[in-house]
């Protein structure tokens, strides 16, 4: 059995009296990856938040590798945050600095590398991703794709054991998808890492998933395989499932 990575038990949290997470648990396993999927609103993004630290619960426990990150100080979560990579939804990059400062600035803000390591390790992680030649560009120079390729080698050039991925195929287009996709895959593969992916895109959920997570009213409701959840009866599950497919295959129609 895997050792667990993150768990959540009994987590609340709430935003002007609403809440949004309401007693939720959730136990995910050393290298796997695991997708969480809902409506807009019920948490998603506020789950990843809370992973990493940067929001705290009102109550409940988080643990990430069996250490509970709730009562840690803002100094004790460097070191937790260490541990994890993440990719924004809109990608985060600073503009102002070329694909080889963006990568390189965690590892000269956490790390005593040098210079010369630096700049071993930024090669490393663009040749993970795809992306050799591209080191003096500047991120407005990048299609969209490729800026989540950069943000991806950012966040895994602190070598995590943990990626949060926030919605990584938002605004790319079918081709471009597929290639994040499969970089989700090769990093869970070459790396080792725990993934969750946090997505509206139920094709990108059933391609690289080892489970699903559908979250609604503060809680996973349900959770398994991508088969599984294929093959849910209920009826909340397939309606949304189907739903989202849905309009998945209609804004691919509209693009062409």
């Known amino acids: 059995m895997n050792m667990s990575a993150i768990e959540f038990h009994q987590v609340y949290k709430s935003f002007n009296r609403i809440p949004i997470l309401a007693g939720m648990d959730l136990t995910i396993r050393a290298g796997e990856t695991i997708t969480i999927i809902g409506e807009s609103g019920v948490g998603k993004s506020v789950t990843l938040k809370l992973i990493v630290g940067l929001l705290k619960p009102e109550a409940g426990r988080i643990l990430i590798e069996g250490e509970d990150i709730v009562p840690l100080s803002e100094d004790r979560l460097i070191g937790i945050r260490k541990k994890i990579g993440m990719v924004f939804q809109s990608s985060a990059l600073f503009d102002s600095l070329s694909v080889v400062e963006n990568i390189a600035y965690p590892l000269r803000e956490h790390t005593a590398m040098s210079e010369r390591e ?76 725990t993934s969750v992916v946090v997505t509206h895109d139920m094709r990108s959920a059933f391609t690289i998933s080892d489970r699903i997570g559908l979250l609604d009213q503060g809680k996973i409701v349900v959770l398994g395989t991508p ?16 739903g989202t497919m849905a309009y998945a295959q209609n804004s691919l129609r509209l693009r062409r």
């Open 227 to 242: 088969e599984e959840i294929q093959r849910a009866d209920r009826p909340f599950v397939r309606q949304f499932v189907s």
């Open 118 to 193: 630096i700049h071993e390790r930024v090669k490393e992680t663009l040749r993970l991703v795809g992306l050799e030649g591209v080191d003096d560009k500047a991120p407005v120079d990048l299609s969209g794709g490729m800026r989540k390729r950069v943000a991806l080698a950012r966040a895994i050039a602190l070598t995590p054991k943990i990626i949060l991925y926030d919605e990584p195929t938002t605004g790319l287009d079918p081709t471009n998808t597929e290639k994040i996709n499969e970089l989700i895959a090769d990093m869970n593969r070459k790396l080792g890492v």
